[in-house]
């Protein structure tokens, strides 16, 4: 049985577990070693089960833990071209470290299949994954982009289980604390995915078939976990879909206590 894990998944720390009890990936390394760690034993999947890290953008919340867990797992890191030179300019790993390109497709770290394909936002050069398991089925895990675009959307369509991003409401990000250029810059084009934005594309993927989602990446101060739940609840009953009958439905949350969803 594969599964998808999300370890952590908020504005102050993201790293997604894709796989089974024998072997998975990371989808970024945002979180310290030990939190990592702890993560992991909770649900029972030993270090040498990951294949390698996946990271999606230089962003500090995706990447804060890379470096030791990387020392740790002693696996490659991949990522896409601009990516790699970012952390290598920050010093987040050093030269000597296994880094490989992943750009586009064919990408094998042990018996995945893993897809790249590019975001909108704010950074070097961002992209999330569509992971190919052993059994045929795919997984998407995409978050951190200001906007859909139909290259995602057609990534996104041929997924068994799709991650996607659910930052913030837009009522709470209008008349909340942040200063007005960063409340810009999280709306703008190359920020991040409104709840309702996130509802539009999960109502156009369940309309083509996908039924699982895990809505990711919530905004501590600019989210609640319960009003991005019933935003898709309500898209998607206006479909006439019903929650856990017709589609499954789950918020990833800032610190997992060993919640999953099988992929099937």
């Known amino acids: 049985m594969s599964f998808i894990y ?5 504005s102050s720390g993201n790293c997604i577990y894709v796989g089974d009890q ?11 070693i030990r939190s990592f760690a702890a993560h992991m034993a909770l649900i029972g999947i030993h270090s040498k089960a990951i294949q390698g890290i996946f990271v999606t953008h230089e962003h500090s919340d995706h990447i804060k833990g890379l470096a030791r ?19 290598l300019e920050k010093q987040v790993l050093s030269v000597q470290a296994p880094m490989q390109l992943a750009t586009g497709e064919g990408i094998r770290a042990g018996s995945f299949q893993i897809t790249a394909f590019p975001t909108p936002h704010d950074c070097e050069e961002s992209q999330c994954y569509r992971i190919g398991l052993p059994d045929g089925k795919q997984v998407s895990v995409c978050t951190d982009l200001g ?5 995602i959307h057609s990534h996104l369509v041929q997924s068994d289980l799709v991650m996607l991003e659910s930052n913030y409401e837009e009522s709470l990000l209008a008349v909340g604390k942040y200063p007005f250029f960063l409340k810009r810059r999280i709306s703008g084009a190359h920020g991040h995915l409104s709840n309702e934005d996130c509802g539009k594309e999960i109502k ?14 919530l905004s501590e101060e600019n989210n609640r976990p319960e009003l991005a739940y019933a935003n898709i609840v309500h898209i998607l009953g ?14 990833a949350p800032k610190a997992n206590q060993g919640k999953w969803m099988e992929i099937k």
């Not at 024998?22 to 310290?32: E, H, P, R, S």
């Open 238 to 251: 206006e479909c006439g879909a019903v929650a856990a009958k017709d589609f499954e439905l789950m918020v």
């Open 147 to 151: 906007h859909m675009t139909e290259e």
């Open 69 to 87: 867990i990387q020392q740790a797992l002693k696996v490659p890191v991949y990522a896409s071209r601009g990516t790699l030179k970012r952390l």
């Open 6 to 10: 999300p370890l952590a998944s908020s």
């Open 204 to 217: 156009r993927l369940y309309e083509a078939g996908v039924k699982r989602f895990v809505l990711g990446h």
């Open 22 to 32: 024998k072997q998975g990936i990371l989808i970024d390394a945002g979180i310290g």
